[in-house]
């Protein structure tokens, strides 16, 4: 399974939201299930979704569970209540529909 989480952050803010993410991932990296985890950040500073989060997770039980987690939620919450920061998340879980690799002939 994969989360997608987008996020609408002004650049001026970037460094500590940034910041506050490491806290969620340092709970995510350690949750049964985990895979990896990247986050992708926009090349021009207009635009709307400035950073987007893709982790990856060995089932949707896996994912499920580590949401319940008290550490975990704190997290966000901080990150998302932290009066410093203007953030707009929008996770969504996705699994893989098409998978290419180099060389791949899709039909």
């Given at each position: 399974?994969?989360?997608?989480?987008?996020?609408?952050?002004?650049?001026?803010?970037?460094?500590?939201?940034l910041?506050?993410?490491?806290?969620?991932?340092?709970?995510?990296?350690?949750?049964?299930?985990?895979?990896?985890a990247?986050?992708?950040?926009?090349?021009?500073?207009?635009?709307?979704?400035?950073?987007?989060?893709v982790?990856?997770?060995?089932?949707?039980?896996?994912?499920?569970?580590?949401?319940t987690?008290?550490?975990?939620?704190?997290?966000?919450?901080?990150?998302?209540?932290?009066?410093e920061?203007?953030?707009?998340?929008?996770?969504?879980?996705?699994?893989?529909?098409?998978?290419?690799?180099?060389?791949?002939?899709?039909?």
């Open positions: 399974m994969t989360l997608v989480n987008a996020f609408s952050v002004p650049m001026s803010q970037k460094d500590r939201f910041d506050r993410w490491k806290d969620n991932a340092r709970c995510m990296a350690s949750a049964p299930g985990f895979l990896r990247r986050m992708l950040q926009a090349v021009s500073d207009k635009a709307e979704l400035t950073f987007i989060n982790a990856e997770w060995a089932s949707g039980t896996a994912l499920d569970s580590a949401r987690d008290p550490e975990w939620q704190q997290s966000i919450k901080r990150l998302i209540d932290d009066p920061l203007d953030v707009t998340p929008r996770p969504m879980v996705y699994r893989t529909a098409i998978d290419v690799v180099p060389g791949d002939k899709l039909l």
